[in-house]
């Protein structure tokens, strides 16, 4: 007679991406969970065994039961230490919870059932009359807008754009390693306005203007803005427009992508560990400071080395995969795996960046006043939609109108830290004896400084809606302020009016790139809003008193006549704009903005653009979407808006 094999529950661990075995970690309601149940052999034979689970989600509740995802071999003779287990996936079994009962509330572990895959038999298992009881917390989603950054040139001529592979992997990875349930994203494709070799604040700059143009139009003040840079034609080392203290979606972040594996990522895309870590930034996550990245958090951060425990039986992290990527299952040694914000091989959440950007998404989401969401802004005047396609070199009709009067105030606003309030720049301007901000024009100013050399140039310049942030206050005198943080020179953006009237300052915040190398020169970003008055003639950069650089507006800004098709390729389709005799002087760009939802909602594609042509990618695009394209000449102060004939991609 054979003697049966008998077996005993170890522990059981419920996780989504990180957990230790006390459940310390928030589980996320709706995000992809698995039971991790660690069973040894106590007697008999080795055998094979798979599980059932019967779990309950209240006292009254009649159970579900749930079949384990795999088999493991239970061999009284071999024992394994739990630590072990816990960091090889294939030594536990594993339950992927279906998504109803990952829904708000509790969930309990009731029983667990093994049988011996070979015999059939049932394989009596020694076990808690109760598991463990855990609560799903209702959590925001992640919001982010993703851009292809496309660039002509570099070591490798040619022209560069990250891969459909670069997008998708960064978003599963997203969903699967941060914690959230959902990540709503978007992917656009654009052309980098500055020169190869760009740097990360090049592009950030470009997204920090588009950030911008997208809130004026109605977009979501929650979303945060990345950038992917091929590395075929160089490699851009990534960074964030800042780290900042309080909620501030407005931080952007640029990084590469590309297949290289680093010695460890074999998956063949890096964009998605890598955009995670720079995201991270934007949302507080600072270096911890143990494998070459500055020691911004070094006091903070609770584990050793960067790992993501601090010993073999704590911490220890899951990645559940994604088959259409063919990324496996896989768990994660909490010794071996290191904190995403690190430069450490291995890189994974620790609970400590997990936890903190769930907080941070807690406060980004609590920002939107009244609880209310966003609103969907008003349908623009519409062309009349084309009955199909347009040939190359077929003239589109466009729908041209003035920007001016009231700022748009059908938005929610954030509660954006360093800018003054509403009632505090009312009061200065009636001490001024001038417009009210709610009557006046604002801009979205995006500049890149360098603090170390005292040099910085003005990129974009841009009238928004009241819809992007609160208006900062103007300070007289501020251009010959005292020291700004760490001892560094005050930078201000000082306008200069036409009618003799004072300039008005406004000292600004420069958020600092994320990701210096040791020594290197101190650079960011001005990325602000400000009313500019009646009269604006000018708009001045200044650094500790100094004029570093100045921003003069062309004339009235040109309305376009007509666009025209000018042939497709390489993925994408090209636009020829014509505005007839009177071609955009110096002092002009053009934003170009596209919507698919009959101009409810508008992205934009393109912003500081001097070139009257555009290359739009298809990629974008849903086959046979109706597409509307809007083009925006601006001079800096005004604006001129057409609207374009809807067509098909």
Same mark, same amino acid.
């Given at each position: 007679?054979?003697?049966?094999?008998?077996?005993?529950?170890?522990?059981?661990?419920?996780?989504?991406?990180?957990?230790?075995?006390?459940?310390?970690?928030?589980?996320?309601?709706?995000?992809?969970?698995?039971?991790?149940?660690?069973?040894?052999?106590?007697?008999?034979?080795?055998?094979?065994?798979?599980?059932?689970?019967?779990?309950?989600?209240?006292?009254?509740?009649?159970?579900?039961?749930?079949?384990?995802?795999?088999?493991?071999?239970?061999?009284?003779?071999?024992?394994?230490?739990?630590?072990?287990?816990?960091?090889?996936?294939?030594?536990?079994?594993?339950?992927?919870?279906?998504?109803?009962?990952?829904?708000?509330?509790?969930?309990?572990?009731?029983?667990?059932?093994?049988?011996?895959?070979?015999?059939?038999?049932?394989?009596?298992?020694?076990?808690?009359?109760?598991?463990?009881?855990?609560?799903?917390?209702?959590?925001?989603?992640?919001?982010?807008?993703?851009?292809?950054?496309?660039?002509?040139?570099?070591?490798?001529?040619?022209?560069?754009?990250?891969?459909?592979?670069?997008?998708?992997?960064?978003?599963?990875?997203?969903?699967?390693?941060?914690?959230?349930?959902?990540?709503?994203?978007?992917?656009?494709?654009?052309?980098?306005?500055?020169?190869?070799?760009?740097?990360?604040?090049?592009?950030?700059?470009?997204?920090?203007?588009?950030?911008?143009?997208?809130?004026?139009?109605?977009?979501?003040?929650?979303?945060?803005?990345?950038?992917?840079?091929?590395?075929?034609?160089?490699?851009?080392?990534?960074?964030?427009?800042?780290?900042?203290?309080?909620?501030?979606?407005?931080?952007?972040?640029?990084?590469?992508?590309?297949?290289?594996?680093?010695?460890?990522?074999?998956?063949?895309?890096?964009?998605?560990?890598?955009?995670?870590?720079?995201?991270?930034?934007?949302?507080?996550?600072?270096?911890?400071?143990?494998?070459?990245?500055?020691?911004?958090?070094?006091?903070?951060?609770?584990?050793?080395?960067?790992?993501?425990?601090?010993?073999?039986?704590?911490?220890?992290?899951?990645?559940?995969?994604?088959?259409?990527?063919?990324?496996?299952?896989?768990?994660?040694?909490?010794?071996?795996?290191?904190?995403?914000?690190?430069?450490?091989?291995?890189?994974?959440?620790?609970?400590?960046?997990?936890?903190?950007?769930?907080?941070?998404?807690?406060?980004?989401? %609590?920002?939107? @006043?009244? &609880? +209310?969401?966003? #609103?969907?802004?008003? !349908?623009?005047?519409? $062309? =009349?939609?084309?009955?199909?396609?347009?040939?190359?070199?077929?003239?589109?009709?466009?729908?041209?109108?003035?920007?001016?009067?009231?700022?748009?105030?059908?938005?929610?606003?954030?509660?954006?830290?360093?800018?003054?309030?509403?009632?505090?720049?009312?009061?200065?301007?009636?001490?001024?004896?001038?417009?009210?901000?709610?009557?006046?024009?604002?801009?979205?100013?995006?500049?890149?400084?360098?603090?170390?050399?005292?040099?910085?140039?003005?990129?974009?310049?841009?009238?928004?809606?009241?819809?992007?942030?609160?208006? %900062?206050?103007? @300070?007289? &005198? +501020?251009?010959? #302020?005292?020291?700004? !943080?760490?001892?560094? $020179? =005050?930078?201000?953006?000082?306008?200069?009016?036409?009618?003799?009237?004072?300039?008005?300052?406004?000292?600004?915040?420069?958020?600092?790139?994320?990701?210096?190398?040791?020594?290197?020169?101190?650079?960011?970003?001005?990325?602000?809003?400000?009313?500019?008055?009646?009269?604006?003639?000018?708009?001045?950069?200044?650094?500790?008193?100094?004029?570093?650089?100045?921003?003069?507006?062309?004339?009235?800004?040109?309305?376009?006549?007509?666009?025209?098709?000018?042939?497709?390729?390489?993925?994408?389709?090209?636009?020829?704009?014509?505005?007839?005799?009177?071609?955009?002087?110096?002092?002009?760009?053009?934003?170009?903005?596209?919507?698919?939802?009959?101009?409810?909602?508008?992205?934009?594609?393109?912003?500081?653009?001097?070139?009257?042509?555009?290359?739009?990618?298809?990629?974008?695009?849903?086959?046979?979407?109706?597409?509307?394209?809007?083009?925006?000449?601006?001079?800096?102060?005004?604006?001129?808006?057409?609207?374009?004939?809807?067509?098909?991609?």
């Amino acid at each position: 007679m054979t003697t049966p094999t008998t077996a005993v529950l170890d522990a059981t661990e419920i996780t989504q991406a990180v957990q230790d075995l006390q459940h310390s970690v928030t589980l996320i309601a709706g995000k992809a969970t698995v039971i991790r149940a660690y069973v040894s052999g106590t007697f008999g034979p080795a055998a094979a065994v798979s599980g059932a689970l019967k779990l309950v989600r209240s006292p009254t509740d009649p159970g579900f039961t749930v079949l384990s995802a795999n088999t493991v071999s239970v061999n009284p003779s071999v024992p394994q230490d739990l630590a072990t287990r816990r960091g090889d996936i294939t030594l536990s079994l594993n339950f992927l919870l279906p998504p109803a009962l990952t829904t708000e509330g509790a969930l309990s572990v009731r029983s667990l059932t093994l049988t011996d895959t070979v015999s059939g038999n049932p394989v009596r298992v020694s076990a808690p009359a109760n598991g463990p009881t855990v609560w799903f917390h209702n959590s925001p989603p992640l919001r982010v807008k993703v851009f292809g950054l496309r660039y002509e040139g570099g070591d490798v001529p040619g022209t560069h754009t990250p891969r459909d592979l670069d997008y998708t992997a960064l978003i599963s990875w997203l969903k699967r390693a941060y914690p959230v349930a959902e990540v709503i994203s978007s992917h656009t494709v654009i052309d980098v306005t500055a020169d190869v070799p760009f740097t990360c604040n090049d592009t950030n700059a470009q997204l920090a203007a588009i950030r911008a143009l997208d809130i004026s139009a109605g977009g979501d003040p929650r979303t945060h803005y990345l950038g992917q840079a091929a590395d075929g034609g160089f490699f851009m080392r990534g960074c964030s427009s800042g780290v900042p203290a309080a909620p501030d979606p407005a931080t952007v972040a640029s990084s590469p992508c590309g297949a290289a594996d680093w010695g460890w990522d074999f998956d063949g895309a890096y964009s998605d560990w890598y955009g995670g870590h720079e995201l991270g930034h934007t949302f507080g996550r600072r270096h911890p400071g143990f494998c070459g990245e500055s020691p911004d958090d070094l006091l903070g951060y609770p584990f050793p080395n960067g790992q993501l425990a601090d010993g073999a039986g704590t911490f220890a992290g899951l990645d559940v995969g994604d088959p259409s990527l063919g990324v496996p299952m896989t768990a994660m040694a909490g010794v071996v795996w290191h904190d995403v914000m690190t430069y450490c091989n291995r890189q994974w959440l620790s609970s400590y960046t997990y936890e903190g950007i769930r907080q941070r998404l807690l406060a980004e989401e %609590a920002m939107v @006043t009244d &609880g +209310a969401e966003v #609103a969907e802004p008003a !349908p623009a005047p519409q $062309a =009349p939609a084309a009955a199909g396609g347009h040939p190359a070199g077929e003239a589109l009709s466009v729908t041209t109108r003035s920007s001016g009067g009231r700022p748009d105030e059908r938005f929610p606003k954030l509660s954006v830290t360093a800018v003054a309030p509403a009632q505090a720049i009312r009061a200065m301007r009636r001490e001024e004896g001038g417009p009210e901000p709610d009557t006046e024009r604002l801009v979205s100013v995006v500049g890149t400084v360098n603090l170390t050399r005292r040099a910085g140039g003005i990129r974009f310049v841009n009238p928004v809606s009241a819809a992007v942030t609160q208006p %900062a206050q103007a @300070t007289p &005198g +501020a251009g010959a #302020a005292g020291a700004g !943080p760490n001892g560094e $020179a =005050p930078v201000v953006l000082r306008v200069q009016q036409t009618d003799g009237a004072p300039a008005r300052d406004f000292p600004v915040t420069v958020k600092l790139g994320s990701d210096p190398n040791p020594g290197e020169e101190r650079t960011g970003l001005v990325d602000a809003v400000v009313p500019v008055g009646p009269s604006p003639a000018s708009i001045e950069l200044l650094i500790g008193g100094q004029v570093v650089d100045t921003f003069r507006p062309g004339g009235t800004p040109t309305p376009l006549l007509s666009a025209r098709h000018a042939g497709a390729a390489d993925g994408a389709f090209a636009l020829t704009l014509d505005f007839g005799s009177q071609v955009p002087e110096p002092g002009q760009t053009f934003a170009a903005q596209v919507s698919t939802d009959d101009g409810i909602t508008w992205q934009t594609i393109g912003v500081g653009l001097k070139d009257p042509a555009i290359k739009i990618d298809r990629g974008q695009f849903q086959p046979g979407q109706r597409v509307q394209l809007r083009i925006i000449t601006t001079n800096g102060f005004t604006s001129s808006t057409s609207d374009v004939e809807s067509f098909q991609v």
